[in-house]
């Protein structure tokens, strides 16, 4: 038994992704933006001013070997924590150690991966080994940390976003895996350059989805004469079709729809629809993306296109008879029409500034003229006298105050010269005209 785990500690038998895992700086491929020439975390790491810190982005970016990098150049002795397996006790315990290394001048830098999965208790518990400096914390999120991480111990990290890496960032790993001794060079690969590209786009940002694809098509390749080849079919075989990113609770949730709006607000068809197809193709429920897409019709198409509300209904309709995959053609129908339709966001503006005013006005009574008269008390109190019928003159319109006493002459609908809302825009100049002049005749009587 001890024969057989010292054979599976031999790094030939660890997985590629960790042989090939970069020891340095130099190796580090990607997050140019952070690690670039003279660039902000690549200047801390260099000049040995490290602090606690949240390294922010989808898996297989680097997170972790970018935190191993940093306690093997500051010499720090490097505690891998999983939120996933630790509780409190593990953490006083490694705490209570890291104060004792203290005292003889030892750095401990604690990593935290998927620290968002820690709950409040175990996140405060690294909090005053934070504040007292026993520790340097690097934890590693894919979720946003404004939300997932406490405000106390967010505030004393600063947080650091990685990106997802390029294909071409990921094809440079892929070939240096294939050749290097730490990874595959002491084989005799035979792999094309498009297929090394299949596998870094098949990828979609991930390095050590990358690597474990390549680890598993050398494993399926044909071996002849000693020397191993990756063939198309190999390659059909392991590059299947690959489960978009997209958590329907998660934040991707909220960039994707948020996309889409925005794709559709800049009049954007293609994006508008390459956002709805990644929603419906990683399995969103299509009436959610219908109800969003009935609210951007009037919120920023409105009156500038009458017509574009009822079609947003008339797909919400049929999502909700046909469902998937039929409807797809529905929502992409409304979708392209919102993006192409004439954009006023006046009644979002007009609402919020109307609720604003409610708000604040909470006590204002409703002017007597247009109060309800349903018994004789209210008709003795004068509720509803002096009110005009507007089906009873020939403009069907009155001068009659509808606004309460304190908001009179208060504005809150501004039309837009967009679409159809400029027909909607000179008929309300055309009756502001006409009660001002009535209004000023019924002065003069």
């Given amino acids: 038994m001890d024969e057989q785990g010292g054979l599976f500690e031999r790094a030939s038998y660890q997985p590629l992704a960790e042989r090939v895992r970069p020891r340095s700086l130099e190796e580090f491929v990607g997050q140019e933006h952070l690690l670039g020439k003279g660039k902000i975390l690549r200047r801390l790491i260099e000049s040995d001013h490290i602090t606690s810190m949240i390294f922010w982005g989808p898996p297989g970016v680097g997170k972790t070997t970018l935190a191993q990098i940093i306690a093997a150049r500051t010499q720090a002795k490097f505690i891998n924590f999983s939120a996933v397996t630790s509780g409190i006790k593990d953490i006083r315990t490694v705490m209570q150690e890291a104060d004792r290394r203290r ?6 830098i604690v990593f935290v991966d998927e620290i968002h999965r820690f709950n409040k208790a175990q996140q405060d518990a690294f909090l005053p080994f934070v504040e007292k400096g026993s520790i340097v914390l690097i934890g590693a999120t894919t979720e946003n940390p404004s939300f997932e991480i406490n405000s106390a111990l967010l505030s004393r990290c600063r947080v650091f976003v990685l990106q997802g890496l390029s294909t071409e960032d990921i094809g440079r790993l ?9 990874g595959l060079g002491d084989q005799h690969i035979h792999i094309s350059d498009d297929g090394l590209a299949a596998v870094a786009a098949f990828a979609n940002g991930d390095a050590r989805t990358a690597l474990s694809t390549l680890e598993m098509l050398i494993l399926n390749a044909e071996e002849r004469d ?8 190999n390659l059909a075989q392991c590059i299947s079709r690959k489960s978009l990113l997209y958590d329907k609770n998660g934040e991707e949730h909220y960039n994707l729809i948020s996309a ?5 607000r800049n009049s954007d068809p293609d994006a508008a629809v390459y956002w709805l197809a990644r ?14 897409v009935t609210r951007f019709a009037a919120e920023d198409v409105g009156l500038a296109d009458p017509r574009a509300l009822p079609l947003a209904v008339a797909a919400y309709q049929a999502c909700h008879y046909i469902g998937v995959p039929e409807c797809n053609v529905h929502l ?14 006046a009644m979002e503006t007009t609402y919020l500034a109307a609720a604003a005013d409610a708000r604040n006005m909470l006590a204002e009574p409703v002017p007597l003229v247009i109060r309800n008269a349903p018994t004789k008390l209210m008709k003795d109190l004068d509720y509803g006298k002096g009110y005009q019928y507007a089906h009873d003159v020939e403009e069907h319109i009155t001068s009659m105050q509808c606004m309460p006493n304190s908001l009179i002459g208060k504005t809150y609908y501004h039309p837009t010269e967009q679409g159809m809302e400029v027909h909607f825009r000179e008929r309300l100049e055309w009756i502001k005209d006409w009660k001002k002049q009535h209004a000023k005749n019924n002065r003069n009587k």
């Fill in 260 to 264: 889409l709006h925005k794709s559709m």
């Fill in 103 to 108: 005292i003889y001048g030892e750095r401990i």
């Fill in 279 to 292: 929603m419906l193709e990683a399995g969103e429920d299509p009436l959610y993306i219908a109800r969003r």
């Fill in 174 to 182: 892929l070939r240096s895996a294939v050749s290097s001794a730490r």
């Fill in 226 to 233: 000693g020397e191993i080849y990756v063939t198309e079919e």
């Fill in 332 to 345: 992409t129908e409304a979708v392209v029409y919102l993006a192409l339709a004439p954009k006023s966001n």
